[in-house]
């Protein structure tokens, strides 16, 4: 993992810990990083969501959301567990928008994916408890 890819990671975890200047830190490494392999794209997206929901845009944040779980789907369909995530993220950037109906579908989405990824260990999982927490 190169040095821009680490960075755009710590501004995820600096977003999480609920730091402002993750936001920069995103802008200063998100154009430079390279076209790479699905995974790698997922979780730049995923990182870039992560920041932007904080910090940023929510517009943004739901683009690189979406784009992670299109990639997803398409490239890396064999690895549901990679999905997981990025439901939870995006099923909480809804909510925090208001818009309820859309938080619960994809909450109901990744909780199907959940059950794909971690079979019967999943309703155990802390991000299938956040998705089953929302759906109350």
Known sequence: M???ELA???AAYE???????A???LR???GRLPSVAAVDRIRHDLFAGIVEARYGSKAAAERHLRSALATQQKQMSRQPDIGVEIYVRLMELLRASGREQE???AARQGLRV?????GSCFA???????????LQ
Do not use: C, T, W
């Open 23 to 25: 936001l920069p830190r």
């Open 8 to 10: 755009l990671q710590l």
């Open 103 to 105: 938080a619960a579908e």
């Open 124 to 134: 155990g999982h802390p991000f299938a408890i956040e998705m089953q927490k929302s």
């Open 2 to 4: 190169g040095p821009d």
């Open 15 to 21: 977003a999480l810990a609920g730091n402002p200047g």
């Open 28 to 30: 200063n490494v998100e």
């Open 114 to 118: 959940a059950a794909l990824a971690y």
